[in-house]
């Protein structure tokens, strides 16, 4: 019987980089990140912010180190995040939340990990001394344990919107947003919509072995590069 190959689908993260990966990673030009001098990341840099409609990104290696930036970033100790119960930057990074921002989660059970408005409004904090204020909206698209489902446009700018309102910043969990975009038969940097900040994985449903890239403005990515060698750790 002629052998056949098998297709190994336990995560869209079990992927190997083909001859031709392989050859341009030997072969890219390199340089010294320290002094911003490296060539091919600063052209992936570039591409990203591009692609996602965004004034600036920074390249990590990991999606829970971008996401965990972003919360860092957003939020100072003692405030909430409000995300899904479910939601990644909960159940699958490490309690790096508390652990990294000094900050809890307040979560919304929600039927398809889906988040609205009206869900999210009343879960934010009143302005009284003794309660932990709301710092961060927390939302993903698409959304991993809740099966892959895919933000609607309008559910997810209109929480953008209403946060900001509010003066609450909104991040975007966008480990697979280019699957979402796909589906939504939409640029991602429409997909991204409105949110302060995004992250996606080099290494979900693009091909790449490792990497995560995380976008913003130019003064959020600039207050990201200082984090990001304390948060190595995470990695």
Not at 128 to 144: D, P, R, S, V
Request: charged content about 20%; proline content about 5%; some cysteine.
């Amino acid at each position: 019987m002629p052998s056949q190959s098998i297709i190994d689908l336990r995560s869209d993260t079990v992927t190997k980089p083909t001859p031709a990966m392989r050859r341009a990673m030997a072969e890219a030009e390199v340089g010294d990140d320290v002094y911003a001098e490296d060539p091919t990341v600063n052209r992936l840099e570039q591409r990203a912010a591009e692609v996602l409609g965004r004034e600036a990104a920074i390249f990590v290696p990991s999606g829970t180190m971008g996401n965990q930036i972003a919360i860092k970033l957003h939020t100072h100790h003692g405030q909430e995040v409000i995300c899904d119960a479910r939601a990644h930057i909960l159940d699958w990074e490490m309690a790096m939340i508390g652990a990294f921002s000094g900050c809890i989660t307040r979560t919304i059970p929600t039927a398809d990990g889906i988040l609205t408005w009206e869900m999210i409004a009343p879960r934010i904090r009143a302005k009284h001394y003794a309660f932990a204020q709301t710092g961060l909206i927390a939302i993903e698209n698409t959304h991993n344990m809740a099966g892959g489902v895919v933000y609607p446009q309008a559910v997810a700018d209109e929480i953008c919107e209403r946060a900001h309102e509010a003066g609450i910043p909104v991040h975007l969990d966008g480990a697979r947003i280019f699957n979402a975009a796909e589906a939504l038969g939409k640029p991602v940097r429409e997909v991204a919509g409105k949110a302060d900040s995004v992250m996606f994985c080099l290494s979900k449903g693009l091909g790449a072995p490792v990497g995560s890239m995380l976008a913003g403005s130019r003064e959020f990515i600039g207050r990201a590069r200082s984090v990001r060698p304390v948060s190595s750790w995470m990695s």
